[in-house]
Every structure is written in structure tokens, then in C-alpha cells.
């Protein structure tokens, strides 16, 4: 097959025209360089005080607490009010409270954990609010690029807050920290006002009942979908590690390698340095592995710097395996995040997350409280801990069910897609009966909602063919617009790759239930994939007329819309132009449905 070349997209940087973008951008990168000074300065502050790693601890779990004590109840509040108003309020808050640092220390040490919690808990309320109010202004388009730039900015940003902060603490007075830290906080809400951002219309029910229907409605679809399911049950090992080996980091650093503090400041800055490399890197290879793949190798990859880091000796050395560990943490967080994005319907991502991010907190929380071990115990033996357990997360990542692909499978669904026929194959075809759409409802039970004239009209319409492992179903670029569902069997979604290698990009593994050729349906545009039988299946094909009279009941609606504008994100760049109206669509009819049954965020 011979792949035409494509014409190369508009600069990332081209977002920066967006006067909106630009001046939220520069404000986040100001205010999170203040945070960083905060964050940084506090540990050292504690740990000069009190000589204790246990101390250091408790500082960072006042950060994280009030994720769990108000984290949920502030997502209903972002959704009722004017996120505008709301960030410039918790910025301005935020720089009063960091203010009172100094002075309010000179009486008691305790004002400084009271004043992280208040300042933390106002943070969870910034938060969700900046992530919201992106896409209102940035268009579709710009926000691939919008949301890259962001998180590049923010790893940046952090890495010379840290920088500074261990500067101050070692060569003047660590009270300008928080001064600093305060005049970043105005700053950014300056830039936020000065922004246009759209005023939101508010319609959801909001109140703590709720906030406890969000809850449990994340945790169904977490615990229902394998991928989210594993996921969760690997990184319950990783964030308990992740809150030990963290909160040992500054300990460790003064006391194993005898650094000073503004060594630690440089280690905790090449770390974030390494993870905007890493992220960079992953931006062209990313498509090459699984998300699952991605997370054992980079859990593995971090286990192993972090056995090397326990057996430091000197601090430069130190320093650049952190800077090697933050490399390899950015394709684990970057695989995770996709595999969520991916994974969770679009409607339910905002729930999804916020069961995900409490727990996570948690164990954090319970990792950071595991780290006053170091006290009783030689902080290298309590740190090399931490690092094992993230070494028998990716172990398990590699095989737990969902999450786990043995590479062999992998690159057999490549190799079929690489050796598929280049015509679709002609498959023998039947009338569809009334027993294959019985079996269809009871793999995909939204379909049950059919009334009788709609499922006659499917059975005079669809068909039921069979296809051998290894033939092709449908083709990139076909124009032709059936919906096929999958009754038995497997199949593999891919595209190629634009390059002299004959590569491939798996988009997705395709079992009984789900379903494809949705998006050639709702739009008219050739295929957007390749799609090969990888084992023998029976299929029902639906003529997308009739399949668009199926978008009448709401259940059906939001379903083939989410799947097919979460589609849209994995397609081939190429893609996105000529499909970008469809995924505005779909975002528009999601909200419109979101919007008239009341739905509950």
C-alpha cells in the first residue's frame, strides 16, 4: 500500500496568536514557579526545625488532605459558578494566605501547616476551574497543542521554582520564598482578568447528594472496564511508593549524600527537566506500544533508577539519575493519562477522575506517613522499599488482564494489519434474524431501547457475515458507511504510519460488543482506519441510515457520539482537518443531552 504524503500541520507555537491562551499561559507559568517556591521552601524550612523526615512527611500530606476533604464538593462548585471568578478568587486568596507565612511563624510552627491545608484546599478549586475554561478558549484545533504547551510549561516552570527555592534557603533569607511565591499568585490572577473567558450557563442539579451520585457513578465505570479496573489496581501500589520515595527526597538528599540545599533545589529541577525531554520524546513515539506497555516499561525503568539512587554515594551522580528517573516517568504519566482519555466515555471522564485522583491521594497520604519509617530505620533501606514495590507494579502491569499485553499478541495484531489485503475482502452474507439481534442486545444492552418499527426496520436492512482471521473488513479511505458490530470474535484497529518503514499505529483491539464504522456513518467521509478479523467472527452490518434513526433515544445518542469523537482523538493528524466538524458535533450534541436530562457531574 503506498502511503501519500500529507502536508505538515501549523507550529504547536502558532496557539500563542490566541491572545486568551497566551496571557493564561504566561500566568501559569508565573504562578506555578510562586507554588514550587512554597512547596520547596516549606520542606526545608520543617525539616531545619525539626531534623525529622517524619516532620517533612506531614507537610506533605497537609498538601494533600484536603484533595480528600473537599476535592469533590469543589467539582460541583466549578461547575455552578463563574470559573472566571473563581480562579482569580483562589489566586488572590492564595497570595494572602502565603503572605502570612513569615510573620505568623515567629509565633508557632503549627501556622505553617494550617496555612498549607487553607492554601492546598483553596488550590482544589483553581484546579478543575483552569482545566475547564481551556477548551472555551482555545478552539479544537489549537487544543492538542494548547494542552501540551500547558503541561511542558507547567513541568518548566517547576523546575526553576525548585531551583530558586534551594538558591534562597542557602544564600538569603528563606522568608522570600513565600513573598515571592505571594506576588506570583496576584500576577496570575491579573493575566486570568485580563483574559476573555466565556461565562458559564449553569443548568446541572448540584449538592452533596450530588457530589455522592458522582462518586459512585466514577467508581461503576472504574471498576466495569478492565483497562480503568487494572489501572487502578497497579497504581494503588505506585502512589503509595510515590508518596515514600517523595517525601524521602529531601531527607535522603542532606542526609545519605551530605548535598546542601541548594544542590536538592538542582536535583529536584533536572527531575522535572527529564520529564519535559521525556515528554517531547513521547510526542513521536508514543503509538509504538500500548498504553499498558508504556507503564510497565516506565514503572520498570523507575524501579531501577530508583535502586541506583538508594546506592548513592556522591550528589552528582545522584543528580543524574534523578534527571534519567524524571526522563522515564513522562512515558508513564503520559500512558496513563491516555488511558483514561481513552478508555473512560467521554461523559464520564470528569466522574472517572475524580474517583481515580481521591484515591490516589489517599494512598499518598498513607505512603508519606510510611516515610517517618526512616527515623527507626536507614533512610537508603526505607528508600530502596519504595523503589521495589514500583518494580512489582510493572511486573504486574505487564500481565494483569486490561491493562497487561503480552508483546507477542501486540505484534501479531501489527503484523496482521501490516499483511492485510489491500481490498476489503468479499464476505458471505445473510439476512439478519431475530436471534442475532437478540444476541447483539445481550452484548450491548443500549440497544435494547429499540422499539419495534425501528427493529424490524434493522432486520429487513442488516446482515450477519462471517469473517476468517486475517481478512480485511474495512479499509482507510473506503467510502463505503456500514456500522458493523462485532457478535463473536476478534478484530484490530490501525492505521499507517507515514513513514518508509511500513509502520502501523494500533488504535484499538475490538471484541464481542463493540462496534465500528460509526464515524464514516455520521459524517460521509471515507474510513478513517484499517480494520482486520484477527481471529474468525461473525458480524452484523448496519446501513448507516438506518443506524442514524438510532441517534433518537439519548442512551444510543450519547454512546456512538462519545465513541466516535473519542475515536477522532487516535485517528492519524491527517485526519483531524477534514474531521474536525464531526468532533465539534459530537462535543456540542454531548453537552446539548448533558444539558436537557439534568445530567449529574
Known amino acids: 500500500m503506498t502511503i501519500s504524503a500529507v502536508s505538515r500541520g501549523p507550529s504547536p507555537f502558532a496557539v500563542f496568536r490566541n491572545r486568551n491562551f497566551a496571557l ?19 520542606s526545608i524550612l520543617v525539616y531545619r526545625l525539626t531534623g525529622s523526615a517524619a516532620s517533612v512527611g506531614v507537610m506533605l500530606m497537609a498538601t494533600a488532605a484536603p484533595t480528600i476533604l473537599v476535592g469533590l464538593l469543589a467539582g460541583v462548585v ?40 487553607l492554601s492546598s484546599a483553596v488550590t482544589q478549586f483553581f484546579d478543575p476551574a483552569h482545566e475547564a475554561v481551556l477548551p472555551e478558549i482555545a478552539s479544537d484545533e489549537e487544543l492538542a497543542a494548547a494542552n ?47 483574559a476573555r473567558i466565556p461565562a458559564l450557563n449553569v443548568t446541572a442539579e448540584s449538592g452533596l447528594a450530588a457530589v455522592g451520585r458522582n462518586l459512585r457513578a466514577g467508581a461503576k465505570v472504574l471498576l466495569a472496564t478492565p483497562m480503568l479496573k487494572s489501572l487502578f489496581v497497579v497504581f494503588a501500589i505506585v502512589f503509595v511508593a510515590f508518596g515514600l520515595s517523595n517525601t524521602l527526597l529531601l531527607p535522603f538528599a542532606l542526609k545519605a549524600l551530605g548535598a546542601t540545599e541548594f544542590e536538592y533545589g538542582v536535583q529536584e ?63 508513564l504519566s503520559i500512558a496513563r493519562s491516555l488511558a483514561i482519555q481513552r478508555y473512560t466515555p467521554r461523559e464520564m471522564r470528569g466522574r472517572v ?42 511486573i504486574w502491569a505487564l500481565v494483569i488482564p486490561g491493562l497487561g499485553q503480552p508483546a507477542a499478541e501486540w505484534k501479531h495484531a501489527l503484523d496482521l494489519l501490516r499483511r492485510a489485503p489491500a481490498a476489503v475482502g468479499q464476505l458471505v452474507a445473510r439476512p439478519a434474524a431475530l436471534a442475532d439481534f437478540d444476541a447483539l442486545i445481550a452484548l450491548l444492552p ?6 419495534g418499527e425501528e427493529r424490524r426496520a434493522l432486520l429487513s436492512s442488516a446482515e450477519v457475515s462471517q469473517a476468517p482471521a486475517g481478512a480485511t473488513i474495512v479499509r482507510h479511505g473506503d467510502t463505503a458507511d456500514e456500522v458493523y458490530f462485532l457478535l463473536a470474535g476478534k478484530a484490530v484497529a490501525g492505521v499507517a504510519t507515514p513513514d518508509a518503514a511500513g509502520g502501523y499505529r494500533s488504535l484499538s483491539s475490538l471484541a464481542p460488543g463493540d462496534f465500528f464504522g460509526e464515524i464514516a456513518a455520521l459524517s460521509g467521509e471515507p474510513r478513517t482506519a484499517n480494520v482486520v478479523a484477527e481471529e474468525t467472527g461473525t458480524l452484523l452490518s448496519v446501513p448507516a441510515a438506518t443506524f442514524r434513526t438510532w441517534l433518537g433515544h ?16 487516535r485517528t492519524h493528524q491527517a485526519d483531524w482537518p477534514r474531521l474536525a466538524g464531526l468532533d465539534q458535533q459530537a462535543l456540542r450534541e454531548l453537552r446539548e443531552q448533558r444539558a436537557g436530562e439534568g445530567d449529574q457531574r
Not at 543528580?319 to 513522562?330: L, M, R, T
Not at 491521594?361 to 521495589?388: K, N, Q, T
Not at 439519548?554 to 482523538?569: N, W
Open 78 to 117: 466549578v461547575d455552578r459558578y463563574d470559573r472566571k471568578r473563581i480562579m482569580v478568587a483562589a489566586d488572590l486568596s492564595r497570595a494572602a494566605l502565603v503572605f502570612l507565612i513569615p510573620s505568623l511563624l515567629q509565633h508557632n510552627i503549627a501556622w505553617l501547616y494550617i496555612i498549607v491545608v
Open 554 to 569: 439519548a442512551d444510543l445518542r450519547r454512546l456512538f457520539l462519545a465513541t466516535a469523537a473519542e475515536r477522532l482523538g
Open 24 to 42: 493564561l499561559w504566561i500566568g501559569q507559568v508565573v504562578e506555578t514557579i510562586g507554588a514550587s517556591l512554597t512547596s520547596l521552601a516549606a
Open 269 to 331: 529541577a533536572v527531575t522535572s527537566v527529564g520529564f519535559v525531554i521525556g515528554s517531547l520524546w513521547m510526542a513521536s513515539v508514543s503509538d509504538r506500544l500500548r498504553e499498558g506497555q508504556w507503564i510497565a516499561l516506565g514503572l520498570i525503568g523507575m524501579a531501577l533508577a530508583g535502586v541506583g539512587y538508594s546506592s548513592m554515594r556522591a550528589v552528582i551522580p545522584a543528580i543524574a539519575v534523578v534527571a534519567v528517573s524524571g526522563f522515564i516517568n513522562a512515558p
Open 446 to 451: 443500549a440497544l435494547g431501547t429499540l422499539g
Open 353 to 394: 477522575n475524580s474517583a481515580f485522583f481521591v484515591c490516589r491521594d489517599v494512598l499518598f497520604l498513607l505512603g508519606m506517613a510510611a516515610a517517618g519509617l526512616a527515623d527507626v530505620f536507614p533512610i537508603r533501606l526505607v528508600y530502596l522499599s519504595g523503589a521495589l514495590m514500583l518494580l512489582v507494579a510493572g
Open 148 to 194: 501540551s504547551l500547558m503541561a511542558i510549561s507547567s513541568f518548566g516552570a517547576t523546575a526553576i521554582g525548585f531551583a530558586a527555592s534551594g538558591l534562597i534557603a542557602s544564600q538569603m533569607s528563606i522568608e522570600w520564598a513565600f513573598y515571592l511565591n505571594a506576588f506570583a499568585y496576584v500576577f496570575s490572577a491579573a493575566m486570568i482578568l485580563a
